[in-house]
């Protein structure tokens, strides 16, 4: 536990957590700045909400540990795409692609990697676009890159995801599979509902 | 115009807002200590968001209108039991009785008025437990029961209720039965979800 | 330090901290309620600034300790008064008298004690008044009563106190008695100042 | 009023405060990442507080007006150098230098223009360091410099600023120049109480 306790002083050190929230906040301004443009062509609001975290030092420890890394800043910082993440909700699933687009558009961020969990979801049924982009973050005398993490999804995703976490927490191991294929098959009728509310309102606006 | 002018002069005095910023402050604090009790007894998150808006001038003015009364202060107060309004999203459709059974036992609130949408639901589709509590505040000399509207749902219904929302604002007249009706078949679907994700977690607990 | 980690754990739950800030959430909200009071009658801003804290755990443990009192949660909610702490920072010296007045005059807080360290200042040159007062807290079954410290000060008086702060942090223990009356001498200099601003305010009000 | 209810409207477009709230939050992100710098090498806290604001339309329209330019958006952005405006407050007045020249090394940060009222307070006894910078604000297909006003100043000219406006408010124009003479005096022992807190705080530090 002592290498915990090193990385959690050294993660809480105000220079080191300010790069995080800096980058971070970086990005949460660009995505109003992408919502308020996107609002205003598309005549409604776009985005739903929008939600920012760093991550905390046992959550860091616990993730290198199952890498086989070291639990150090080092690593935490090589390793680590999601130490700084933003949840962004759209309405509407047509919403993402249009928000990932735009944020391919900006000139100052570097799109590190990007996995689509919405035409590819994961066995659980879990869907979302994950963006991993870099921010440049200007010192005295360099720059450096720091990554965040922005996960996309509309808001029938996001009931299914936060369903999936509060029976994750109570799945007893001997139900699992039985309980995973279940959720599983719901992911696909909200996803019919998602559809359908987008059908419906693209026959609302011809 | 001239009333809405007068009237948000008026709303907009400090003195008069604090008086439903107070009311409301103290129903949210009683929501988070039901929250907190909640969720140790069961053993997982209860409430999954809490929202809290005054209601603006000219939206009061619009709903005194529509009611045919006078735009003033004093109807506003007597015939309006949203001027301070909370919104309550739970993860379950089951948790909704849960909060509204506490709120029900606050010695210190009085329950003016319920209905139950989610029993009944309105012809929309719409879902969701509405309470009027009042609130005693009390001044130097004297104490005033300022109304509070609670509107309690489900993360499904909220999701529902959102989306119509988006979609009125686009909704053209002449579609606007053909419209409803399929909105109000989605409310039905995700209904069904809701109990599906319910039995499920009962399942686990059991 | 077993102790310390037991309190921190149940200082920590969220059923305790809801009540402090329960509490102490009451208190601000009597306090901007007499401030737009005040300020409308003296035509002018009289509460500068307000903020609150909730003591640490470790501060909890530290003042039982020299109290001499057992590291429980039980003696922390009897002995010690500003578990829950707010300071209020006045423009003027005379607009402590019309807040601490205001507060003795709430019908629903019990004036638990009071130290007028205005009119008697403290040997190191610190002045404030300090109010103890009993909020109740209404649980579905019973009521209690938690207690909250207010600090009011003037602008001069807060800022004298609050760089006599960063000096502690610096004071050499040789020295201490040199500096200390070096501060406190500044304290008669500035409680000059705020008289003569004050004596202007009123000369310009006649 | 025409020409202000226009620029209001254009004003509170979302698409237009961002810019002003992304380059102010860019600008606070900077002050923080100094504030954690300077108090580590410091030993001490070094900033106290810092309060960002965007000018609203009418002050906007009031300042055109006074300077003699129509009152348009293309006007304001070219005139006016405070739209977006940050006030940092710091403990000891030798710290204003500390910050204003860790600003100056920032390499993404152009300085417009600087004024030292500390070294040459103004007429009233206004004392504070203004810098306006420029911040690149980077778009999907060009970069804008958006500008913002820095004030730092000590604690003690915090007060003496902030009761000055509290005094001009009340200030009747027939004592207008006996009043000044007064407030700018008390400038002058403020400054003197400033000078020695920072000769004691060096002592202690020898």
Known sequence: MKAEELLRNRLQSPMLRLRYTGAMGQVEWKLKMVNADLSMRQNRQVIRSMTGRIKDADSIARKLRKKGK???LEAARECLNDIAGIR????????IDLVAEALRRQQDLRIVKEKDYVRQPKRSGYQSVHMIVGVPICYERWTEEIR??????SFAMDYWAELDTQMCYKKEHGQAEHVEKKISGYSA??????NQMLELRRSIER
């Not at 965040?148 to 999804?153: L, M, S, T, Y």
């Open 148 to 153: 965040v993490e922005i996960q996309i999804r």
């Open 189 to 194: 009728i909200l996803a019919g509902v998602d």
């Open 88 to 95: 962004v909700v759209c309405y509407f699933c047509d919403d």
């Open 70 to 72: 070291p639990v150090t």
